[in-house]
């Protein structure tokens, strides 16, 4: 009981702290919705974010520990005139302390390493009795193209999902590496070329999420921000038939996003086979079979972009 | 080379080291009035390489227990040539060498060993 | 003819290296070779630049070539990163072009990192560890000449690329596929590559030297559990050196093929797998970040008794931490790449053997504490670093922590978070260990004192503008900023906390001036250290004059205690007790160009290399083989120093009886 | 390894140890073996994951020929042989033996590295190059990487005959033909790893 209640204040310390802190440095500014990360808008990002704090407030008092003790021992021995703390110059064990600075550090790390493995082993599996929405992501320089496979429809730099529904992204790049990162969904996963890498998320809420790349990948790197646009069920599916319609997307257009530059949003109401490797297309995780690989078009002439 | 005429035993190089109490790098030097032991090894090195080689020419077991029967008498073979043809245990004062080999030893392995697992992508979400 | 010009031109200037600043640099950089030329010719310092420095195989002058060098390229990358955070408080100003951020932060990171830690240790091993341990030189005399030339002649190869055919643009972690030809064009990360394994030879060749050195050439006496922790801790990271970078030399090799030679390792066709690289350069990338600080706790640990008026609390635990953190870090790399699907049993086994390493770091923290207790604290600017660091890695631990925690890494990864605690360990840790090594043994090295005040100055504006600077990024990655970009837009609300970080970044920068200052005032006046022992010191090198002479030791010591001249200045000892028949003719290393020539050759192949000029390459090779024939048949490499000389150098100094 | 062991009292250190300066050389060469290792081993990584990489090219079993790699595993492990008979005689004191079986080692290591060149070649002529695919980007700087190693033990051991001729067998001669040894049995061992996982695994797969 009391225990709960010293936690509850030594928490609320912390974070007080913390804010304190964050006010001082950013005029004013408490963890306003601006710290994404803070402000989980989906299962993935919430477990993420709770084992994070969990961590967070363990090293917390750590470092309070080490700080009372650091703190006391500069002031107490100083080297002034007049100084009557004892002076035992040839003290240099003392072995419960010797055991416990080993034994205690490892019992609290075994505090955050449940809850680590715990939510890494269960971040990676679907929920189970929910059906995905698969999507494919390939990650271009410098811009992200969306393909969803069921619906053949396809995105560039937004993509639309259902809330309340897992997503399965597919991952890969026709490019060098980047990292898929929607902050307030969860956490990232590399694109990178001849692999596809899955990962899931979910939005709670209906609302935009922007999302960036995590990894760097040349000059209009900076540029590859993109949003998430989480909708209701009905919405959904009421998009994915209007934009069925919109003009398909021609192989012509995908080597035009293979170049590199950076675009705008746009929607494709089909999309080539090939542009995404799948065993279709011969690729197997092993091997080649990705757009550029297969069509030979390695090499791609190099724009440089200017200013911006 | 002025100083080094007084020649000097190997016990006397071993009771001048520092660290003599660490008995298992205590040095060791082969007595070597025919060498039998370099056609051991010789001989020994051509058995477990044509062993190798014959077990996996004709396929007599599954891969797997193949691989593994391979790649142990990889390992003896590299002990044999360490122990007779390299005097892994020879030094002066203490042979040294023997801790950061068997330490590379381990982590080649790990780090072949865990390569391969890092990179197999177990991680289909299900 | 004609037309070889414009090409020479567009190779050596492309348009990148054009810009006026760059220019700029170019014109004074010429201008400062000249005037330096004309200055040694005018007052005939050639002879002594060769004689005394380019050949000198002294490891105690080594060890200031060493410390010019990483001085200088702190500057350089010091000045990287002042570029880097003007550029992000002005976010809309285009202060400077994204190809050139990127060059920008990627020299900022591969030269804090390769060409001011590691040279700045060594040359810390070079000048105290000999003194240490009672040996007149380290092991191998000749190679660490070697060692340092190629360090020097990799570090100038990486440096020239910002002036000629444009910088590698690729971060310091150079991941492929974008360091390949189809992304990456021009010759920027044949010089990361280059530069990076020339570098790389000579640091291997430093850690089999100074490995041997430790094993081999302890005074009498000295067993492992009586070595100062300096040298437990330089041992330790001869042996990480010796692990970590066969798997660096492998992945730059295979990355350099790629472009050069066109393999496909990590190329995007014909199933190259970039993956395999991320791979090999953190097996490599997590033991160096711990090369980077234990010699630092060393340091520390150095600093904290001499300080604190007390012997080191906990020795054999201090070693077994010491040696824990070796074995573990070479079980964490994955944590690099949490986020490369390697699936959850390995991220969770890889999360939690880095966890682990806390507690073994944890051990050290607490036992520098302990020695505090009961001390008496003498707060000289050594000292003070050292106080700061504890805090400031304290913090830097605790988010390295959290950033083991794998599923918070999914999120934090790559974001300013991480930037912030790298760091905090990388400043706090290294920087701060880096300069308080300096400030205690600059009177050994040069035998005068930095100036006490100046240096307080520098350590507090150091250590301000460092939270100022830092802090603010922690936030930063809590709003989703990503590092490695050079603009962003406003509406995120980063704008605020990066001109914070900008500031405090500027007040580092005084800082360092301020340093500057405290070294050239302190060259010109500083007081000279005439007692040899200025701090009341525990271990071997303060029973010496300052600086110390050719020889090191006139006698080898006996040592019979772990903190040997501590106790023998309690027994009333000293080693300045010498009588003439004690002392005899020393064998001492020879002088020798080829270690020069060598880093020269190995210059010429990396530059030719670099742009594909074959014949040049073959010129460099061809050098290379000379030195290594010449040195394989120089058998009159060692001279003998005569008794009498150092009979009379120990009188000058007072050292002598009778 | 019960190897005989001769009564250590008053054994007589061998040349290459007694002076300490030189000794101190062959603990160095061991560490550097030490990287050396590694290397390999990352060498072998980068096989190991990329053995399946084939692309569009040839894969390990349709490549590799056991005649070539047998031969060449033979001249390798008799060159060791050799040279191990080498120390033998320099323990003895015996300069003309231990020229011979220097140099007999050489010409076995010139004669593993023509046949390894021949067996690229015949690589080549089928357009198996490291053009064609990760893997054979890896297994030709794998099995590179050590004949360029044989390659630049041969050279070194030239040096060291014209080297003994000059000084014969002295604290310092002997330090070298001690590391040399240590350094070809090594890469006798690298081999045997590179028959094993390279070339046995090829024809199990
Ligand atoms: C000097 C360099 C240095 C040091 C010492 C460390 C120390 C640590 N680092 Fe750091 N790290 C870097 C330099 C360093 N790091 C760099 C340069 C990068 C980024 C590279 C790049 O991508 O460019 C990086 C990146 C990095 C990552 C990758 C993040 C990512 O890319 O997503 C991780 C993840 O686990 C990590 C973790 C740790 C941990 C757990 C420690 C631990 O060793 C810290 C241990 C210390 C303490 C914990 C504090 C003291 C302990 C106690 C007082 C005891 C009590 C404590 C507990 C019970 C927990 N580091
Ligand atoms: C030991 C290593 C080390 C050190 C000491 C520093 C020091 C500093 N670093 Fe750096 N940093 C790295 C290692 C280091 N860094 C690494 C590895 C990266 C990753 C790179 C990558 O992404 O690939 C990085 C990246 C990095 C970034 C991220 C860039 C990005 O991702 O976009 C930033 C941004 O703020 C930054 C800032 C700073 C600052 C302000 C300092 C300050 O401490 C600097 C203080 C300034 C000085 C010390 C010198 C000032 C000089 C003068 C004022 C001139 C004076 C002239 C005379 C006296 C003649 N660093
Ligand atoms: Cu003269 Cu040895
Ligand atoms: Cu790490």
């Not at chain 1, 012509?252 to 065993?279: C, E, H, I, M, W």
């Not at chain 4, 019960?2 to 101190?24: G, I, N, R």
């Not at chain 4, 191990?84 to 004669?111: D, E, N, S």
Request: aromatic share 16%; hydrophobic share 50%.
């Amino acid at each position: 009981m009391f225990a709960q209640r010293l936690m509850e204040s030594y928490r609320k310390l912390v974070l007080a702290a913390l804010a304190a802190g964050a006010g001082l440095l950013s005029a004013g500014f408490s963890f306003g919705p601006k710290y994404v990360l803070l402000h989980p808008a989906g299962p993935v990002a919430k477990s993420e974010l709770h084992v994070f704090i969990l961590a967070l407030e363990l090293m917390a008092i750590v470092a309070v520990i080490v700080l009372a003790l650091f703190f006391y021992a500069i002031v107490r021995f100083r080297d002034t005139a007049g100084n009557t703390a004892p002076y035992t110059p040839n003290w240099h064990s003392h072995t419960l302390l010797e055991v416990s600075v080993w034994i205690l550090p490892a019992i609290l790390l075994l505090f955050i390493a449940i809850p680590t493995v715990k939510t890494t082993f269960s971040l990676a599996h679907l929920p189970k009795g929910k059906d995905p929405v698969v999507i494919d992501v390939t990650s271009l320089t410098w811009k992200w193209l969306f393909e969803y496979p069921k619906q053949h429809i396809a995105t560039v730099n937004y993509a639309v999902i259902p809330a309340n529904r897992p997503v399965l992204f597919e991952l890969t790049a026709d490019s060098p590496m980047n990292t898929f990162w929607v902050p307030q969904l969860g956490g990232m996963e590399y694109t990178m070329p001849n692999r596809v890498l899955p990962l899931w998320l979910e939005a709670d809420k209906a609302g935009t999420y922007w999302g960036h790349s995590g990894q760097f990948s040349g000059v209009g790197f900076e540029k590859m921000f993109f949003n998430v646009k989480a909708v209701s069920q009905k919405s959904f599916q009421t998009w994915t038939t209007t934009t069925a319609s919109a003009h398909p997307m021609t192989l012509a257009a995908y080597d035009r996003l293979l170049k590199q530059t950076t675009v705008g949003d746009s929607t494709y109401g089909n999309y080539p086979a090939d542009t995404f490797p799948t065993l279709a297309s011969g690729f197997s995780l092993t091997g080649s079979g990705m757009y550029m690989v297969m069509h030979d078009k390695k090499g791609i002439s190099y724009i440089p972009m200017v200013g911006s | 080379m002025s100083e080094s005429e007084q020649s000097i035993t190997v016990d006397e190089a071993y009771e001048q080291d520092n660290d003599k109490s660490i008995k298992f790098l205590r040095p060791r030097f082969h007595a070597e009035a025919f060498p039998t032991v370099q056609i051991f090894g010789y001989v020994g090195s051509l058995v477990l390489t044509f062993a190798a080689y014959f077990l996996v020419m004709n396929h007599v077991l599954p891969v797997l227990a193949l691989l593994i029967i391979i790649l142990t008498l990889a390992a003896l073979q590299a002990a044999l040539q360490l122990g007779v043809f390299m005097h892994v245990k020879e030094g002066r004062g203490l042979a040294w060498q023997i801790i950061p080999l068997y330490l590379v030893f381990l982590i080649a392995f790990g780090m072949v060993g865990m390569s391969i697992w890092i990179m197999l992508f177990k991680s289909g979400v299900s | 003819m004609p037309s070889f010009v414009p090409y020479l031109v567009h190779t050596l200037f492309p348009p990148g290296v054009l810009l006026p600043d760059i220019l700029l640099i170019d014109f004074g950089l010429i201008c400062a070779g000249i005037g330096v030329i004309v200055l040694l010719t005018k007052t005939r310092r050639w002879g002594w630049l060769w004689y005394d420095w380019l050949t000198t195989v002294d490891h105690k002058k080594i060890a200031i070539l060493y410390l010019i060098a990483s001085l200088v390229m702190l500057m350089r990358g010091g000045i990287d990163a002042l570029m880097l955070r003007a550029q992000l408080a002005l976010p809309t100003t285009h202060f400077m072009p994204a190809s050139q951020y990127d060059e920008v932060f990627t020299t900022h990171g591969t030269i804090m990192v390769f060409f001011m830690g590691m040279p700045f240790i060594f040359a810390l091993f070079n000048a105290v560890v000999p003194l240490m341990i009672g040996a007149r030189d380290v092991a191998f005399p000749r190679l660490n000449a070697m060692s340092y030339w190629l360090f020097a002649f990799g570090a100038i190869l990486f440096n020239i690329s910002f002036v000629i055919g444009g910088s590698p643009n690729a971060g310091w972690t150079a991941y492929p596929p974008y360091t390949g030809l189809a992304f990456n064009p021009g010759p920027g990360e044949n010089y990361y590559f280059l530069a990076l394994i020339i570098a790389g030879m000579g640091t291997t060749m430093t850690g089999i030297n100074f490995l041997v050195t430790t094993l081999k050439m302890r005074a009498p006496g000295m067993s492992l559990m009586k070595m100062p922790m300096f040298v437990w801790s330089t041992m330790v990271t001869s042996a990480l050196i010796l692990f970590a970078f066969p798997p660096l030399t492998v992945a730059l090799a295979m990355s350099l093929f790629d472009r050069l030679f066109g393999s496909h390792f990590f190329t995007l066709a014909r199933g190259g797998m970039p993956m395999m690289y991320v791979n090999l350069f953190w097996l490599f990338g997590h033991p160096e970040v711990y090369i980077l600080i234990i010699p630092l706790f060393g340091v520390f640990s150095e600093v904290v008794a001499t300080f604190s008026k007390k012997v080191l609390f906990g020795y054999p635990v201090m070693v077994a931490s010491i040696v824990a953190i070796m074995f573990l870090a070479y079980g964490t790399w994955v944590h690099h790449f949490f986020t490369m699907g390697a699936g959850p049993a390995v991220n969770a086994f890889f999360g939690l053997s880095t966890m682990l390493i806390a507690i073994p770091t944890g051990v050290k923290i607490f036992n520098w504490i302990f020695t505090m207790w009961g001390g008496r604290i003498q707060t000289t600017t050594a000292m003070l670093y050292q106080m700061a660091f504890i805090p400031v890695f304290m913090v830097g631990g605790a988010t390295g922590i959290l950033l083991a925690v794998v599923p918070a890494d999914y999120q934090l990864h790559n974001s300013y978070f991480l930037v912030a605690h790298f760091h905090n360990v990388l400043i706090g840790g290294t920087l701060f260990g880096l300069l308080s090594g300096l400030y205690y043994w600059w009177p050994k090295m040069f035998g005068m004192k930095l100036n006490e005040t100046q240096g307080k100055w520098a350590f507090w504006l150091f250590l301000i503008g460092f939270w100022v600077t830092f802090l603010p990024q922690y936030l930063l990655g809590l709003k989703g900023m990503t590092r490695r970009i050079y603009t962003y837009p406003l509406g995120f609300g980063w704008h605020d906390l990066n001109v914070i970080s900008t500031f405090g970044a500027f007040i580092m920068g005084a800082a360092f001036v301020v340093l500057v200052y405290n070294i050239v005032w302190s060259l010109l006046y500083g007081e000279r250290d005439l007692t040899g022992d200025p701090w009341d010191g525990r271990t071997l090198e303060w029973s010496l004059p300052s600086p110390v002479p050719e020889y090191n030791f006139p006698r080898i010591p006996v040592v019979h205690d772990r903190d040997a001249w501590w106790a023998m200045k309690q027994k009333g000892q000293s080693l300045a007790d010498l009588r003439p028949e004690d002392v005899h003719d020393v064998e001492m290393p020879k002088n020798s160009p080829i270690p020069f020539l060598l880093g020269a050759s190995f210059f010429v192949l990396g530059f030719g290399m670099t742009f594909a000029w074959w014949p040049i390459a073959i010129i460099g090779f061809v050098g290379i083989i000379l030195c290594l024939l010449f040195s394989g048949f120089d058998y009159d490499d060692h001279h003998h120093l005569k008794a009498d000389v150092i009979r009379q150098t120990e009188a000058t100094l007072g050292r002598l009886q009778g | 390894m019960s190897l005989p062991l001769v009564d250590e009292h008053a054994q007589q250190l061998p040349l290459e140890f007694a002076d300490e300066h030189e000794s101190m050389k062959i603990t160095g060469f061991w560490m550097f073996l030490v990287t050396d290792v590694l290397i390999f081993a990352s060498l072998f990584s980068t096989y190991a994951v990329f053995h399946n990489s084939v692309a569009a090219g040839p894969t390990a079993n349709q490549l590799f020929k056991m005649g070539p790699v047998l031969l060449e595993t033979l001249l390798l492990l008799t060159s060791s042989f050799t040279i191990g008979l080498g120390i033998y005689a320099m323990r003895k004191g015996q300069v003309r033996a231990l020229m011979a079986w220097t140099f007999l080692t050489i010409l076995l290591g010139a004669g593993f590295v023509t046949t390894e060149i021949h067996d690229f070649v015949s690589f080549a002529a089928l357009h198996a190059t490291w053009h064609t695919s990760a893997f054979l980007s890896a297994f030709d700087i794998l099995v590179g990487t050590h004949g360029a190693h044989v390659t630049f033990g041969i050279f070194w051991a030239v040096t060291l005959l014209f080297q003994l001729r000059k000084h014969g067998i002295t604290e310092r001669t002997a330090r070298k033909i001690y590391t040399f040894s240590l350094y070809w049995h090594f890469l006798d061992i690298v081999w045997i790893f590179i028959f094993t996982f390279v070339y046995l695994n090829g024809k199990l797969g």
